[in-house]
């Protein structure tokens, strides 16, 4: 029994929460799956579970085990699937979750295009402004807007993000430009409700993450609709770049605080924990870093 048959014995029982589900997952008895964890520990001189008649749950050091484990089994999954895929080629069904905002701005078309150019590949596109379930929900990939947190997800940044506090002239004269984010707080607000934090906005100090909540009498759930409440000057906006660079370049709108927007966001493709990288969503992925890096470098719309 090789160390890597182990491993992946020991990450199914941790996904599936007990042996006997995981016996079920993997087709094989629960006996031998408890056999198959018993070698990895008496190998590796440590115990990675604590057992008992009802759950087992990691020990210290078997939670670090996992997400080492892990990494590696995707690396060799990722490897074995990329092979794999320079013989198949690029086929099958792609199912894709993206934002709406973005996806009727930027990615609709992106993804029209890979379509186009590679005609064995279906796509089922949906764009809806929700964190959806990848595993749960059967999706190959999501393409979202975010600073990466969660550890559960593969992410590849394909391409820079940039957000922007914003108000027309006539606001900023009226009430004042705002030195730093907490002057929002005495100043009219549109509050977005697709933003993950809705009226919390947060911002960058130097090192130190400061937030404010904002308020005001324009609330909307789509980034065009809080533009043009903001061209009508209810208030001031905080909206991604792209859907107001026109108007920022013809002085319609004009920026604040820009040096306390945050660097980290970025915009990502996220796919599931060890799911093999099939051929359609590397291709496709690839497709998207280098459709966004053409768009940038023509001077057209782009989110950063």
């Not at 008496?42 to 939670?63: A, I, K, Y």
């Not at 990329?82 to 905002?101: F, I, K």
């Not at 606001?171 to 730093?180: F, L």
């Not at 937030?211 to 909206?239: I, M, P």
Request: hydrophobic share 40%; with cysteine.
């Amino acid at each position: 029994m090789d160390a890597i048959t182990r491993m992946r014995c020991f990450i199914q029982v941790v996904d599936s929460r007990g042996f006997s589900a995981a016996a079920r997952e993997m087709g094989r008895s629960k006996a031998l799956v408890s056999k198959y964890i018993s070698e990895l520990e008496d190998e590796l001189g440590v115990r990675l579970l604590n057992r008992t008649t009802r759950q087992v749950s990691l020990t210290e050091v078997g939670e670090s085990y996992y997400k080492e484990a892990s990494d590696i089994l995707q690396r060799i999954d990722d490897l074995q699937a990329s092979v794999q895929s320079s013989h198949t080629g690029v086929r099958g069904r792609l199912r894709v979750s993206a934002p709406r905002s973005m996806g009727d701005a930027l990615f609709n078309q992106a993804a029209m295009e890979f379509l186009a150019a590679n005609p064995e590949v279906s796509m089922d596109l949906r764009l809806e402004d929700r964190f959806v379930d990848l595993v749960d929900e059967g999706f190959d990939v999501a393409i979202r807007v975010t600073e990466m947190d969660d550890s559960s997800l593969i992410a590849r940044k394909i391409g820079p993000f940039r957000t922007v506090v914003c108000a027309t002239p006539a606001v900023i004269e009226a009430y004042g430009a705002p030195k730093v984010p907490a002057d929002l707080s005495t100043r009219p607000c549109i509050i977005d409700t697709n933003y993950r934090f809705k009226q919390n906005w947060g911002f960058s100090d130097g090192e130190r993450r400061v937030s404010v909540v904002v308020r005001g009498r324009a609330e909307v759930n789509s980034a065009l609709g809080g533009r043009d409440a903001a061209l009508c000057g209810l208030g001031f906006l905080r909206t991604p770049y792209i859907f107001v660079a026109d108007e920022l370049e013809a002085g319609k709108l004009v920026t604040v605080l820009e040096d306390f927007e945050p660097t980290t966001q970025a915009i990502y493709a996220v796919y599931p924990h060890r799911r093999h990288l099939s051929g359609k969503v590397r291709a496709f992925v690839d497709f998207l870093v280098e459709w966004l890096a053409e768009r940038k470098k023509s001077g057209e719309s782009c989110p950063a």
